[in-house]
């Protein structure tokens, strides 16, 4: 419930002479009230000084119905309607106001404020001018005087804003309509003219910014939802433009524009929900085919081809495809070098071709741009274990194998260099001191690379042959693995 302070609160910075208590003055007024509409009155003004602006108003708009001729009755609802922020309900009742009661110059005054934020300051000025004539008094004089002032301040600044716009000078049109529209804030053609400066200078997104403004503003308006949709859409936002028109085609499922825009959409965006079904399900192949047809749906959109590189990147490297994931990812941080996505994704397919140095340069630029990334730190140390291990003993090397190679590749390619290096094949005691050495080493990379708590724990970093030598375990992996 809306407790009386908050809305003494609300009443201050929608009422300059905070009419609510100008209201209550008026208990006496000579209305000519039946009995029934002055307890809906009295009702209403208990009901509003203790924030039950909706019963209020319900109480206040029985009183207009009950007496249509009551001015009292249409400004204590004009009083709720501006507490609840409803100015455009409560501008037709001060007019009402007005036409019952000419020298009502509280309401007249707030009016001309209203009309002054909407930005109609050929009315707003008429209202002021009718209150300096009406034998105001001196707070009502003063204020009327100010905002004469103001308004024709403001007709100065939009003939300057129209004139540098006319004249393309986009920068010094937005500078002229940022002072209007500190005033008449709810003028939604300022507001449209300002998003096309922003628009022309580049800065889509404080374009949308005023066109949702202007959407709310002026109703019905079919323009300003088609023009942020349109503006998502350049921006790669698929699913905020595709929200967008749909208001659009709300108001009216003929438009031709909004129509043919969302077809588009739509079939983009069910593109790209299908690509990333298929990306959580680990269907890369297929993942990677929708990207490329969205990349031939929308090809003059560079946000849709440079996203969907992204992502045929990213597939690459989790399908373990390590050539096409580097090329994919190159090409996006060809475009933005500051791409973590691309970064992250372009390390691990450099892991996979153990080029290590790379992996840790691309993991270092990624973890300056996103520090606290658990993902990049623990990328990056990996990296690091390996780079480090590559200098030692590294058993996909001795096995000649890649790093994702399969067990059946491993056992293959043991059992052949097995034979080659087995020490009864060598007869000269050098030659066989040497066979027994490599044989070893054969013999140890098939144990750790054909056992997948081992094999993890080498691709982590870890050679578990050391750890189970310091524990003392196993023997020597040349006679555990000599009739293998």
């Known amino acids: 419930m809306v407790t009386p302070s908050s809305v003494t609160s609300r009443l201050g910075s929608v009422f300059p002479f905070l009419l609510v208590l100008v209201d209550l003055q008026y208990e006496g007024a000579e209305c000519g009230v039946n009995a029934d509409v002055e307890k809906h009155l009295e009702l209403g003004k208990k009901l509003l000084a203790a924030g039950q602006l909706a019963d209020a108003l319900s109480q206040f708009h029985a009183a207009v119905d009950g007496d249509p001729d009551n001015y009292v009755a249409y400004y204590r609802r004009a009083t709720v309607f501006l507490a609840m922020g409803k100015?455009?309900?409560?501008?037709?009742?001060?007019?009402?106001?007005?036409?019952?009661?000419?020298?009502?110059?509280?309401?007249?005054?707030?009016?001309?404020?209203?009309?002054?934020?909407?930005?109609?300051?050929?009315?707003?000025?008429?209202?002021?001018?009718?209150?300096?004539?009406?034998?105001?008094?001196?707070?009502?004089?003063?204020?009327?005087?100010?905002?004469l002032t103001k308004s024709d301040e403001m007709q100065r600044l939009r003939s300057q804003a129209l004139d540098a716009f006319e004249s393309s000078d986009y920068t010094a049109a937005i500078t002229f309509l940022d002072k209007i529209l500190e005033v008449c804030v709810w003028d939604a053609e300022l507001r449209e003219l300002r998003a096309e400066c922003?628009?022309?200078?580049?800065?889509?997104?404080?374009?949308?910014?005023?066109?949702?403004?202007?959407?709310?503003?002026?109703?019905?308006?079919?323009?300003?939802?088609?023009?942020?949709s349109t503006l998502y859409y350049q921006l790669g936002?698929?699913?905020?433009?595709?929200?967008?028109?749909?208001?659009?085609?709300?108001?009216?499922?003929?438009?031709?524009?909004?129509?043919?825009?969302?077809?588009?959409?739509k079939k983009l965006n069910k593109l790209i929900?299908?690509?990333?079904?298929?990306?959580?399900?680990?269907?890369y192949t297929d993942a990677i085919s929708k990207y490329e047809s969205v990349m031939k749906t929308e090809p003059s959109v560079s946000e849709y081809t440079i996203r969907s590189k992204e992502r045929i990147c990213h597939c690459f490297s989790k399908d373990e495809k390590p050539v096409e994931a580097i090329r994919v990812c190159s090409e996006v941080l060809n475009t933005e070098p500051d791409n973590v996505n691309a970064l992250k994704d372009r390390a691990e397919a450099y892991l996979i071709e153990e080029m290590y140095d790379e992996a840790i340069q691309d993991y270092e630029t990624a973890q300056e741009h996103n520090e606290n990334d658990q993902q990049i730190r623990e990328g990056l140390e990996k990296a690091q274990r390996l780079l480090k291990q590559s200098q030692k003993r590294d058993y996909y090397k001795i096995l000649g194998v890649?790093?994702?190679?399969?067990?059946?590749?491993?056992?293959?390619?043991?059992?052949?260099?097995?034979?080659?290096?087995?020490?009864?094949?060598?007869?000269?005691?050098?030659?066989?001191?040497?066979?027994?050495?490599?044989?070893?080493?054969i013999a140890a990379a098939k144990e750790v690379?054909?056992?997948?708590?081992?094999?993890?724990?080498?691709?982590?970093?870890?050679?578990?042959?050391?750890?189970?030598?310091?524990?003392?375990g196993g023997g020597s992996p040349f006679h555990r693995s000599w009739n293998s």
């Open 87 to 147: 100015s455009k309900a409560a501008l037709p009742d001060l007019t009402k106001v007005i036409e019952l009661k000419m020298d009502f110059t509280a309401a007249r005054l707030q009016r001309g404020h209203l009309l002054l934020k909407q930005g109609k300051l050929d009315e707003a000025e008429d209202d002021f001018k009718k209150v300096l004539k009406s034998n105001p008094s001196e707070n009502e004089e003063k204020e009327a005087q100010s905002q």
């Open 198 to 228: 922003f628009i022309k200078e580049g800065e889509p997104r404080k374009a949308i910014s005023d066109l949702k403004a202007a959407s709310k503003l002026k109703n019905d308006n079919t323009e300003a939802f088609y023009k942020i």
């Open 237 to 265: 936002d698929h699913e905020l433009s595709l929200s967008e028109v749909r208001e659009c085609l709300k108001l009216d499922q003929d438009h031709k524009r909004c129509f043919a825009h969302y077809k588009q959409v």
């Open 273 to 283: 929900e299908s690509a990333e079904e298929l990306i959580r399900d680990g269907r």
């Open 402 to 441: 890649k790093r994702n190679a399969k067990k059946q590749e491993i056992i293959k390619a043991y059992r052949k260099l097995a034979l080659q290096w087995h020490p009864d094949n060598f007869q000269n005691e050098e030659e066989k001191k040497k066979a027994e050495k490599k044989f070893i080493d």
């Open 449 to 472: 690379l054909s056992d997948p708590e081992m094999r993890k724990k080498f691709d982590d970093g870890e050679d578990p042959l050391d750890a189970e030598s310091q524990q003392g």
